[in-house]
């Protein structure tokens, strides 16, 4: 049963064998705003995140931490539930791959699999990147290292194999039915010239450590890392019971957003296991770009990872996200700078939003009562704005559907540009004395737009918005409301200022 109405947002869960980083943050926060625009617009929505637990990866982390693998990963996964929770993030379930719900489906994909003839052993001879949980042909090595920069070792053990290699065709004939199915557009490419080039079986399955999902009916073997953590995105919607309703309801309906590191595990392996196991591939796999830090590549070895918690804690969580999906076009790579982010929040923020909304408000509620003004006719000024401000939801519409946040400010930040331009050159407060009814006119004109705005704000910028919407005494805020104009006369609360100007500490 699908339904266009649902929609079913991912992360990737996230390994825990470290801290989580901005890289980390930036994937939850653009999915959040994702899952935000799609409440919306009305969608019943689902949106999950979590942590990737097992592994050669995390098992080594452990024993550097001098910790029983079970003890590390219940105690690093709660500092990325924790940050979802300091980030606000609207998630409706945290999935652990080492919940008992989470191996009962990996383990069920596994016999789906084998019972469809889909699975043998083997064994595998070759190399394998621990910090990349990948395996790698000889060929594609680069001066002795993955192509990643990522050290490799040479494995040599028993080991069980999906035959990936019989999947070629039937992928690329899925990619071409379903043209959306990766995006952005290069990605899309990128993916078909690598299963063209041919496609080998996959080893899913190590024999030489124990911190995996048991290999159902081998006790010799834990699952690969990548099939035990891709399933997680059916866990979440109670598979194997595929009855369940949430399963009816947003499978395959479903977006997985990844950075573009893990590109290649979601778009050619995640939906060969799917269609070999007879299930649907997921609607779309969104790649994003990758952030360095003030030109540098983020790595813990260099030490200049990025705390989101100190960012968001010096900030404020509207700032960090606005800044992070406004910077760069979503699907590009982006440079994170203090001093960018600061720019950002004077510029975009304090002195273009905050501006409006304070001067607007304070204004109202000295000259107006504190009430919603009482507007009389309207200008051809009057109208220009409103237009401006009604057209948005069809613009938010478009770039929202492509992952293009940066568009969508870029839009609402015209409007906002337009009206505190109309704030000046209609200057209400000269009006005060000679012709009242006027500047009610204009403050009114001026509260629907930021109204309007403020509505179509609340998926970047969601705390602000609230405040907002607060300050115009709104209960509704769902773009079915867009067009239910202010009531004159409403009590308005005190306004208070929502982005106060960033001024460094000397
Ligand atoms: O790959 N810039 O987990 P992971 C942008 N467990 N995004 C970044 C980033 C950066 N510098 N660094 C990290 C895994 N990310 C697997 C996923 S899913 C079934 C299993 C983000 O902890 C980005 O989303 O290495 C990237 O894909 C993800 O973190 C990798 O997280």
Redesign the pocket.
């Known amino acids: 049963m699908t339904n266009e109405k649902n929609f079913y947002i991912t ?5 825990v ?1 470290d801290a989580p ?4 943050a ?2 939850t926060l653009a999915c959040d705003t994702m899952a935000r625009y799609k409440r919306l617009m009305g969608y019943d929505v689902k949106f999950a995140t979590g942590t ?1 637990e097992h592994g050669q990866k995390v098992e080594k982390a452990a024993a550097a931490a001098g910790m029983d693998p079970k003890d590390f990963v219940d105690k690093v996964s709660q500092t990325f539930r924790h940050l979802a929770v300091e980030m606000q993030i609207t998630n409706d379930d945290f999935i652990r791959t080492t919940e008992p719900r989470h191996i009962k489906a990996a383990q069920q994909l596994w016999v789906e699999l084998i019972n469809r003839g889909e699975i043998y052993l083997g064994s595998y001879a070759g190399w394998y990147s621990v910090r990349d ?1 990948a395996f790698y042909a000889e060929s594609e090595l680069i001066d002795g290292k993955a192509p990643t920069g990522a050290p490799v070792e040479w494995v040599e053990e028993p080991s069980y194999f999906f035959k990936l290699s019989a999947w070629g065709d039937k992928l690329l004939e899925f990619y071409e039915k379903h043209p959306d199915f990766i995006q952005p557009e290069s990605r899309r490419n990128e993916v078909i010239s690598f299963v063209k080039s041919g496609l080998r079986d996959l080893s899913i399955s190590r024999a030489s450590f124990k911190w995996g999902v048991p290999v159902p009916n081998d006790p010799d073997h834990v699952m690969y890392v ?1 099939l035990d ?2 399933t ?2 059916l866990t979440v919607l109670g598979y194997p019971d595929t009855n369940s309703d949430d399963f009816k309801k947003f499978w395959p309906e479903s977006v997985h ?6 590109l290649r ?2 778009t050619v392996y995640w939906p060969a296991f799917l269609m070999a196991a007879g299930l649907t591939p997921p609607k779309k796999i969104f790649a ?5 830090n003030e030109g540098v590549k ?1 790595s813990k070895s260099l030490g200049n990872t990025i705390d989101p918690i100190e960012l968001i804690n010096t900030f404020g969580v509207d700032a960090v996200r606005y800044f992070l999906l406004r910077e760069v076009s979503f699907g590009q790579d982006g440079d994170f700078s203090l001093s960018g982010l600061i720019n950002r929040y004077n510029s975009d923020l304090a002195n273009s939003y905050g501006n409006l909304v304070q001067r607007v408000l304070s204004f109202i509620y000295k000259q107006c009562d504190g009430k919603v003004p009482q507007p009389a006719e309207y200008t051809a000024e009057d109208k220009d704005l409103l237009i401006e401000a009604d057209a948005l939801p069809e613009i938010l519409e478009q770039n929202m559907e492509n992952f293009s946040f940066h568009k969508h400010a870029e839009h609402i930040w015209q409007v906002i540009f337009k009206a505190n331009q109309y704030v000046d050159m209609q200057k209400p407060w000269v009006l005060k004395a000679t012709d009242p009814k006027r500047m009610q006119t204009i403050l009114y004109i001026l509260a629907e737009t930021i109204r309007k705005i403020a509505i179509l704000t609340q998926p970047i910028l969601p705390i602000a918005s609230e405040k907002i919407l607060d300050q115009l005494a709104m209960t509704k805020r769902g773009l079915d409301v867009f067009n239910q104009a202010l009531q004159p006369g409403t009590p308005l609360p005190e306004p208070k200022g929502v982005f106060p100007r960033w001024v460094e500490k000397a």
């Open positions: 992360t990737p869960i996230y390994y064998n980083h901005i890289g980390h930036y994937t990737d949980e990548w953590a891709l997680n995105y957003v990844v950075g573009k590191d893990i595990f979601h994003h770009g990758w952030w360095t983020i």
